[in-house]
């Protein structure tokens, strides 16, 4: 068994998350950008009619009180994201094989939203956003 150094396991989870986003946004017919290094803002860009834009995708794999939390802040500060440093949140749920593309105006200086992809007896407000691929367009 290899050994895995602490804090690897979410950095793989998250490279395992942009590479699941990049596998639907090419099927969707997008081109991809990848910024080269960590010090972006963003994950992603698409090239998409209206132009770039730029995707941040985030992921969870953990279930806590019945809820799956995203983070959607950047920085080792962990700043909310302001106006203008990305377009979208991807935020991928791993059992549900679940995304929900959330245009950056909607998160309001958030740090996290919740998600609820299994309850759809109490679903999250941000259900609408499930798949909304179309939003991208």
């Not at 860009?45 to 802040?73: D, H, K, N």
């Not at 998160?107 to 179309?134: C, G, M, V």
């Amino acid at each position: 068994m290899k050994f895995i150094p602490y804090g690897s396991v979410n950095k793989r989870s998250g490279d395992r998350a942009e590479l699941r986003f990049m596998e639907k946004a090419l099927e969707h017919g997008f081109e991809i950008l990848k910024p080269w290094g960590d010090n972006s803002a963003f994950d992603l860009a698409l090239v998409a009619p209206s132009g770039v834009l730029r995707v941040q995708v985030r992921s969870s794999s953990t279930q806590l009180f019945g809820r799956y939390r995203i983070p959607v802040v950047y920085g080792e500060r962990k700043m909310a994201y302001k106006k203008g440093l990305i377009d979208f949140i991807a935020a991928y749920v791993f059992p549900y094989d679940a995304w929900y593309i959330v245009p950056a105006g909607v998160l309001h200086r958030q740090n996290n939203i919740y998600l609820r992809p299994h309850n759809s007896t109490y679903p999250s407000p941000w259900e609408k956003f499930r798949d909304a691929w179309h939003l991208l367009a």
